[in-house]
């Protein structure tokens, strides 16, 4: 059987590397996280990211991963198999699409975090366990509007 791949976790920090928020779908130690995060800063830290929406992506072990800042933020998203650079970059840029929609600007630390369970749905609407699940802008906005606590 081929491995289709899989997304193995998604993280949103500030420019300066305080993670905001994190989903981690694979099972991995709290010494490979940090190694994850660690990857993530060096190669955002590496790059000039005063360009909203820019795309960079990077090689991590057998995986890679792509990166995308907005605003005071960078959005990350690390997967193997199908799942490529230009499949995690249109992966990013429909997750912060959604979110400029539903926070109605583009999503900042503040922001995302007074709005925090908008995030939250977001990310889940798009990504079910590492699996890919939709990328229909106005798909994902339905979909959390069920679900939404703010409403």
Excluded at 14 to 19: E, M, R, S
Excluded at 32 to 57: C, P
Excluded at 63 to 90: H, K, N, Q
Aim: charge should be negative; glycine fraction near 8%; proline fraction near 3%.
């Amino acid at each position: 059987m081929m491995d289709i791949g899989r997304l193995h976790c998604f993280v949103v920090a500030t420019k300066g590397g305080d993670v905001l928020y994190e989903r981690f779908w694979d099972r991995f130690t709290e010494l490979e996280k940090a190694e994850i995060r660690a990857a993530f800063s060096t190669a955002s830290g590496n790059v000039r990211l005063q360009y909203d929406d820019q795309d960079f992506i990077a090689p991590y072990k057998t995986a890679r991963f792509a990166f995308i800042p907005s605003a005071d933020t960078v959005f990350y998203l690390m997967g193997s198999g199908e799942y490529d650079e230009l499949g995690l970059v249109e992966i990013l840029r429909v997750i912060i699409s959604v979110l400029k929609d539903v926070l109605g600007k583009a999503p900042s630390a503040a922001l995302l975090l007074d709005k925090y369970a908008r995030l939250c749905l977001v990310v889940d609407e798009v990504i079910n366990e590492g699996l890919l699940e939709a990328v229909d802008k106005e798909a994902i906005k339905k979909g959390i509007k069920g679900k939404a606590p703010w409403e």
